[in-house]
């Protein structure tokens, strides 16, 4: 290596180190971080919806032991689960208002069809003794809780991010990188899905 190229080195340090107090000073750091943060909070979102399908075809099959001629009902609930698992969804889904639309949308039409199964298993007092059914009720329960808490956090995460997005000087860095605003849950939406269904059988 020659005495000239010796001599790049301090200049091309002093670059590196302009460089990366520039890009921490105008939030490119903090949108890394915040970016991952609203993908972890959606990650867990997914987690929960997903754990809710799966308790669905165990739901089906108890109630049809004791329901069998519920059939539209129960056919409505498994079509709704396959529609909600259908959609795919990846952190990509989070820049892309569309598919975040549909998404919600199929999660509210399932949450629907459960609440309208719920209103028919209130007729058969011998399914809502049963354990097993009982059981599932509440882990049902449960998992309903715990998407409305991914939710909320989901929403505050991504808060954070859009403000960042929309923020002097941070913008400028945005529109650089194409950081762009992710959507949140809608008011309709939100509505739909955040209405858990009705699973206390105990009364």
Same mark, same amino acid.
């Given at each position: 290596?020659?005495?000239?190229?010796?001599?790049?080195?301090?200049?091309?340090?002093?670059? =590196?180190?302009?460089?990366?107090?520039?890009?921490?000073?105008?939030?490119?750091?903090?949108? /890394?971080?915040?970016?991952?943060?609203?993908?972890?909070?959606? !990650? #867990?979102?997914?987690?929960?919806?997903?754990?809710?399908?799966?308790? &669905?075809?165990?739901? *089906? $099959? @108890?109630?049809?032991?004791?329901?069998?001629?519920?059939?539209?009902?129960?056919?409505?609930?498994?079509? !709704?689960?396959?529609?909600? @698992?259908?959609?795919?969804?990846?952190? %990509?889904?989070?820049?892309?208002?569309?598919?975040?639309?549909?998404? /919600?949308?199929? /999660?509210? #039409?399932?949450?629907?069809?459960?609440?309208?199964?719920?209103?028919? *298993?209130?007729?058969?007092?011998?399914?809502?003794?049963?354990? $097993?059914?009982?059981?599932?009720?509440?882990?049902? %329960?449960?998992?309903?809780?715990?998407? @409305?808490?991914?939710?909320?956090?989901? &929403?505050?995460?991504?808060?954070?991010?859009?403000?960042? *997005?929309?923020?002097?000087?941070?913008? =400028?860095? !945005?529109?650089?990188?194409?950081?762009? *605003?992710?959507?949140?849950?809608?008011?309709?939406? %939100?509505?739909? &899905?955040?209405?858990?269904? #009705?699973?206390?059988?105990?009364?």
């Amino acid at each position: 290596m020659t005495q000239s190229n010796f001599a790049r080195w301090p200049r091309l340090l002093l670059a =590196l180190a302009l460089m990366s107090s520039l890009l921490s000073g105008c939030g490119y750091n903090k949108f /890394q971080s915040t970016d991952e943060a609203s993908k972890a909070a959606w !990650a #867990e979102v997914v987690n929960q919806y997903q754990r809710r399908a799966d308790l &669905i075809p165990n739901l *089906v $099959n @108890t109630v049809k032991g004791y329901a069998a001629h519920e059939e539209g009902t129960l056919v409505a609930v498994t079509k !709704a689960r396959s529609a909600a @698992t259908s959609v795919q969804v990846t952190p %990509e889904t989070l820049n892309d208002p569309a598919a975040f639309q549909k998404f /919600q949308q199929a /999660q509210g #039409e399932l949450s629907s069809a459960l609440s309208r199964l719920m209103v028919v *298993v209130e007729k058969y007092p011998d399914l809502k003794a049963n354990e $097993n059914f009982r059981d599932l009720q509440s882990q049902l %329960e449960g998992t309903e809780n715990r998407i @409305t808490v991914a939710r909320q956090r989901y &929403i505050a995460s991504v808060q954070d991010y859009n403000v960042l *997005v929309r923020s002097f000087p941070n913008n =400028l860095t !945005a529109m650089v990188f194409g950081y762009k *605003v992710k959507p949140v849950f809608t008011v309709e939406n %939100e509505k739909a &899905i955040s209405t858990a269904p #009705e699973v206390n059988f105990g009364k």
